[in-house]
């Protein structure tokens, strides 16, 4: 980026998070970089608020968008970022783990499993109509009488219509009957510093139907994995509570991702799922 003096980039999260490391290990900057956009998957809070500390002359703007929505229907402008990170309102600083509010284009809806419109706060499926929606495949169309297309990804609005996502309706954990959301769980091991990345996804249990299960990445080498696992899972219980607390952490040297970013929970599910047990 030094070399080609590149003014304008786009970027999944891991990559960003990679780029912010070397910054921070080299005391470098990009002082040809203006604008950075960053997509394709959930970005974790602390990740934007490191990319805002250490490029503070850089516009950072999150997009959020499907393939059968023509791509963006909301945006985090860089005002929004700035006024997020300036400010000591939880509320407006949460809004960093946002993809911003919808376009004027589209309408967003937040619905249940019945397909009841849901209040602000309230997490569900979120369905999206709008001129730019196609909603169409080769062997059926998707969208409702209405319009509304189904995205099948869960997220829920603030009270001022920021959008937050919660990962995928297929990625939900059902314990015992009850819906847990690997985002939630994800944001209290990124609360340590020992996790740089992390991929909380469900396994069959015989006693609880599923149990969330923890793979993470440490920033460097760990000399003692069974400590680190114990206190991530004290942390997560001390946090939430036991039923959200992962059977097991795992500890890898690197994260299966699609090329655009987003976690493969599928593979870890295969690869992981015959080692579970139950969380206490």
Do not use: C
């Not at 970005?43 to 934007?48: F, G, I, R």
């Not at 139907?209 to 219980?237: F, H, K, Q, S, Y």
Request: net charge negative.
């Amino acid at each position: 980026m030094r070399t080609e003096s590149v003014t304008h980039a786009m970027v999944v999260p891991t990559m960003l998070g990679r780029i912010l490391d070397v910054l921070e290990d080299r005391g470098e900057s990009l002082p040809s970089l203006r604008h950075l956009s960053y997509g394709g998957g959930r970005m974790p809070a602390p990740v934007v608020e490191r990319a805002l500390r250490l490029l503070p002359h850089v516009d950072l703007v999150n997009a959020y968008g499907l393939t059968e929505t023509s791509s963006t229907i909301a945006v985090l402008s860089p005002q929004d970022h700035r006024n997020a990170v300036g400010s000591t309102d939880p509320v407006l600083r949460a809004r960093l783990g946002s993809v911003g509010r919808p376009l004027p284009t589209v309408e967003i809806e937040i619905r249940d499993d019945a397909g009841r419109v849901l209040p602000p706060g309230e997490p569900g499926e979120i369905m999206v109509r709008g001129e730019q929606v196609a909603g169409e495949y080769l062997s059926h169309t998707a969208t409702d009488a209405d319009g509304w297309f189904p995205t099948r990804d869960r997220g829920y609005l603030d009270a001022d219509g920021y959008l937050f996502l919660d990962g995928r309706a297929d990625d939900v954990i059902v314990r015992g009957g009850e819906n847990l959301s690997p985002r939630e769980i994800e944001d209290v091991h990124l609360a340590h510093p020992a996790v740089a990345e992390v991929i909380v996804f469900g396994v069959p249990d015989p006693e609880w139907g599923e149990v969330p299960l923890a793979a993470i990445v440490p920033p460097a080498p760990v000399t003692d994995d069974t400590a680190l696992e114990a206190e991530l899972r004290t942390l997560v219980r001390a946090r939430l509570r036991s039923a959200k607390t992962p059977a097991r952490v795992h500890v890898r040297d690197t994260l299966p991702h699609t090329d655009t970013g987003k976690p493969l929970r599928r593979l870890l599910r295969q690869e992981l799922g015959a080692v579970s047990g139950s969380a206490r």
